[in-house]
Structure formats: structure tokens, C-alpha cells
């Protein structure tokens, strides 16, 4: 209500303290269509602004609006007093941090074009591909990027002072590692790993021989990477690094005791404790010791996994009775985290839902369109929703209608295409929009999942098992593990598929698609 009367009442004047505070208002309420109406009429009053300018890019890419986020963007890197350079960089940040990944990148590659001849639009473009799973793009622009460099690294890396134009030495490292791991990404391991071991080598340091690691495991080469993670535990610069590593690949694959050891060695070290409690969490709801499992969720303060640890806490509250207390959990969350209020909105239908009231999740939807009418995450729930139910028309027409209003937008195209795919509607226009989405995002593991799935649906099961192997390689997800093992075992293959069901059904044993799929197949779990 306060962002709608802010609105407008900012965009009924010329004060251009109000239209400051109602943009500022609107984008706080996740409302960036009312954020983009006060930036228009702010820009009409006062042109020059460059806080109107950023407020305008932001809410037109929350709307995946790219022409017109660019155009803002643009504007903000030719005329702000502190240089293209400067702008570019808290751009990387801001970009790094939004939720609209793809198109961040679509905003980045025009600003690249728009700025040919600058390190730093390159650099953010490199980032961006790379957060957009476009690994083989983002070597073309970090390649860029480093041949407009300046400095020599060897002879001047040391020096406090970069020349104008050149990387500092920290970012010109952080550029370096970036290159080499999207050349490992893109399929060419061999010359960064020589390259990264040749520094190591010559200068045997943490720091090196802990990116050296860090590029291993990007090629999956883990036993490698383990033996210089085990080391480096060993010294005092790195031993959090480290140990925080070592525990996420026990906890991959499984090995909860020796995860719990890293973890709980991490947490002595007084770094990274929210990741520890979260982690931990993760292993106490695995081996099903609830009350531990809940001690562990709640003691998660902040950071990325904060979220996460309060939407894991509720649902097994809900999943064991005590769904009153689970909504109260939610009620706490948006009061804490605003900013993932329709997050919040979703995962309350999704415990209606699945306590088979699929009145009241769509209720609790509809009452979240209304107060976020632009919230993406919550368009994706009412089909999520639709889909449970078994309405697949409304749930096809939902994301239909999303697709229009984000039509180049990757993660738009694979959940439409997909979920066409799933129900065999319309095969032929569900691969169109799933190759598409694969042709912007090529190591995307939901859209290499769907490709694979459109391609089983069509017939081609042997060409369907490769983009499903490369998905499930990087998202061991129990959902791709159902697709995977589903073609595995038609194709002959049955020890592999339970295998595969084997191994993803240890970390989510009540996921509703893979243990279907099983009973499906005459493989109930064992």
C-alpha cells in the first residue's frame, strides 16, 4: 500500500525529494513496475540524475526489460563524474548479486558492445556469461579483457600502484583464475592446469597451490584436489578454505561422517559458521535426527544459506505435524528477509499443496500476486501449483503468459518447453524453446535436463543420455536423477539406472518424482 501511494503521489509532481523516496520505496516493496514508472517521470524532471538513470536500469532488468536496462545503464557509464571504469565495477557487483542471472547477461553483452575498447566492460561481461553457465563465451571475453592489459604480470604483480588502464594486482589474479576456469568448463583443462601448476612451482604459496585445487575441482579432477585441500587444512591462511571444501565433497558424495568432521573442525576455527550449522543441518535431516537437524537450522544467522535453513526448518515442521508452527517459522522469515517475501509465499502454497489443500496454495498465491504482482517466483509457483493438481492446461497457459511478457529470457523458455515436454504436448515446439534456452545457457543443468528429457519424449534415447549424464554430473538432483535413470533403464541399462536412483534417493528419499519413476519401472526403492 505505502509503494503504491508513494508512487503515486511522486508521479502526480515534480518534488524530486519525493520521486527519490518513492523509488527507493517501490524497489524496498518488489514492485519494479511502480519503480519504473517513478524513474520515467524522475528522469522527465531531472535528466541529469544519475541516481534516476540507475533506478530506471534496475527495475526495467527486474522486468527483463533488456533494450531499455542497457539504455539506462549506458547513460549512467558515459556521464557519471567517476569514470566508465568505476561504474563498470560496482556494476559487476550489483549484477553478481541479482536474481536475474540471464538477463544480466544479456545486459552485460550490449554494454560490451557499447564499450569495445574497455577492460572492464569486457571483464563484466566474462563474469556474467559465466554466472549464465555460458562458459565458452565468457573465455572469449576474459581473453579479451586480459589483452587489454597494460602490465607485465611478472615483472610488476608485486607493484601497489596498477598503470592506468591495467587491472590491480588482485583483480588481475581474480581475472586470471576466471579464464582458466571457464577454459576448464569449456572442455580445455589441460593448459590452464599446466599453467596454474607452473605458477604453483615457481611459487609454492597457499594462495596458489589453493586456486590450483580450485581449478582441479572445476575439471573433476577431485582425488587430486583433495590431496592439496588436505594440506592446505594444515596451514592457518587457508585451513577454513579448505576445510569448508573438503566437507561439501564429503557431503556430495555421502560420506556424512567424515563431512561432519570437516564441518565441525571448521566451526573451532570461528569461520563460516552459518555454512557449518546449515551444512550440519543437511546431515541430521539425512540420517533422520530431526530435533538435531532443527537445532542446526536454527542457530543459521545469515549469509546465502540463511534463507534456505529457516524454508528447510518449516517444512519439516509441516512434514511432521506441526503446520501451524511451520507457517509461524514463514511469518518470522518475512519479517526478517523482506526481500524474499514472495520466496516465502511460495513455499507456504508448496506445504498446502502437498498437504493435498490446493485451494488454500493457490489462496496463499493469489494473495502473493496481489501484494508482488511483478514476482516471477511466485508466476512459477501458480504452475508448480496447477501442475500438483493436475490442471496442466492452467499450468501450460501460466507459463505461456510468463514467456510472453520475458520472451528472451532462458529460464522462462526450459520451464515452458519443459513442462510441454513432460505432459508430451507439442514435442516439437518444446524442443524449439528448450534448444533455445540451451543455446544461451549451454552448462545450465535444468536446461541440459530438459533437453535431454524433450529428446527421450521424441524417441532418441541415446542422444537424450549425454546432455542427461552432463546434467546430472553438475546438479546431482534427485529430479534429473529420475530423467537419467528413467533412460538408463529403458535403454537396457538397469544397474546403472539404480544405481543412480540408489545414489540420489540417500539425499532426498521422499522425492515425489524420483520414487514414482521407480515404482513406475517396477524398481521400488530399497
Not at 157 to 181: I, K, Q, T, Y
Not at 266 to 283: N, R, S, V
Not at 293 to 315: E, H, P, T
Amino acid at each position: 500500500m505505502a509503494a503504491l501511494q508513494y508512487a503515486a503521489a511522486a508521479t502526480a509532481g515534480s518534488d524530486v525529494s519525493l520521486l527519490a523516496r518513492a523509488s527507493e520505496v517501490t524497489a524496498q516493496s518488489l514492485q519494479p513496475s511502480l519503480t519504473a514508472a517513478v524513474a520515467a517521470r524522475w528522469i522527465q524532471v531531472e535528466p541529469t540524475s544519475l541516481q534516476a538513470h540507475r533506478a530506471a536500469a534496475r527495475a526495467a532488468l527486474a522486468l527483463d526489460r533488456i533494450a531499455e536496462a542497457a539504455e539506462q545503464y549506458r547513460i549512467v557509464l558515459t556521464t557519471s563524474p567517476r569514470g566508465a571504469d568505476a561504474e563498470f565495477a560496482d556494476l559487476e557487483i550489483e549484477l553478481g548479486q541479482g536474481d536475474n542471472l540471464f538477463g544480466a547477461r544479456q545486459v552485460a553483452d550490449r554494454l560490451a558492445a557499447a564499450f569495445p575498447n574497455s577492460q572492464t566492460a569486457a571483464r563484466l561481461q566474462g563474469f556474467a556469461a559465466m554466472r549464465a553457465d555460458d562458459p565458452k563465451a565468457a573465455v572469449k571475453s576474459f581473453a579479451a579483457a586480459l589483452a587489454m592489459e597494460t602490465v607485465a604480470p611478472a615483472a610488476e604483480a608485486n607493484d601497489s600502484e596498477a598503470a592506468p588502464g591495467s587491472a590491480a594486482p588482485d583483480a588481475r589474479r581474480e581475472l586470471v583464475m576466471a579464464f582458466w576456469r571457464a577454459r576448464i568448463l569449456s572442455g580445455d583443462s589441460q593448459v590452464p592446469l599446466a599453467e596454474a601448476m607452473a605458477l604453483v612451482e615457481s611459487d609454492p604459496s597457499p594462495a596458489n597451490v589453493l586456486d590450483h585445487a580450485l581449478l582441479l575441482l572445476a575439471a573433476q579432477q577431485n582425488d587430486a584436489a583433495v590431496t592439496e585441500l588436505q594440506t592446505l587444512a594444515t596451514q592457518p591462511e587457508t585451513a577454513a578454505v579448505a576445510l569448508r571444501l573438503l566437507g561439501l565433497l564429503d557431503l556430495q558424495a555421502g560420506r556424512l561422517d567424515k563431512a561432519t568432521q570437516h564441518f565441525t573442525e571448521l566451526l573451532a576455527t570461528g569461520k563460516f559458521a552459518d555454512d557449518c550449522f546449515y551444512y550440519l543441518g543437511l546431515i541430521a535431516e539425512r540420517v533422520g535426527d530431526v530435533p538435531r537437524a532443527m537445532r542446526f537450522y536454527g542457530q543459521v544467522q545469515s549469509g546465502d544459506n540463511a534463507v534456505a535453513a529457516l524454508l528447510r526448518a518449516s517444512n519439516l515442521l509441516e512434514s511432521h505435524g506441526e503446520a501451524p508452527a511451520a507457517q509461524e517459522l514463514l511469518d518470522h522469515l518475512i519479517e526478517d528477509e523482506p526481500a524474499r517475501a514472495p520466496e516465502v509465499f511460495a513455499a507456504r502454497a508448496k506445504i498446502y499443496s502437498d498437504a493435498g489443500n490446493a485451494q488454500r496454495a493457490i489462496e496463499v498465491l493469489d494473495k502473493g500476486m496481489l501484494q508482488y504482482p511483478d514476482s516471477v517466483d511466485i508466476r512459477y509457483a501458480v504452475a508448480s501449483t496447477y501442475e500438483d493438481q493436475g490442471q496442466i492446461k492452467l499450468a501450460l497457459r501460466e507459463l505461456k503468459d510468463l514467456l510472453k511478457s520475458r520472451p528472451d529470457d532462458p529460464a522462462a523458455m526450459n520451464a515452458y518447453g519443459y513442462t510441454l515436454a513432460d505432459h508430451n504436448e507439442d514435442l516439437k515446439r518444446a524442443r524449439t524453446l528448450i534448444e533455445r534456452a540451451y543455446a544461451e545457457a549451454p552448462r545450465n543443468a535444468a536446461i541440459l535436463d530438459s533437453l535431454g528429457w524433450v529428446l527421450y519424449r521424441q524417441g532418441h534415447p541415446d542422444e537424450a543420455l549425454g546432455y542427461l549424464r552432463s546434467a546430472y554430473a553438475d546438479d546431482r538432483g534427485a529430479d534429473i536423477a529420475a530423467h537419467l535413470g528413467e533412460v538408463l533403464w529403458q535403454s537396457g541399462k538397469r544397474a546403472e539406472a539404480e544405481k543412480v536412483w540408489a545414489e540420489a534417493g540417500k539425499d532426498d528419499s521422499d522425492n515425489r518424482l524420483l520414487n514414482a519413476t521407480r515404482l513406475r519401472l517396477h524398481a521400488p526403492p530399497k
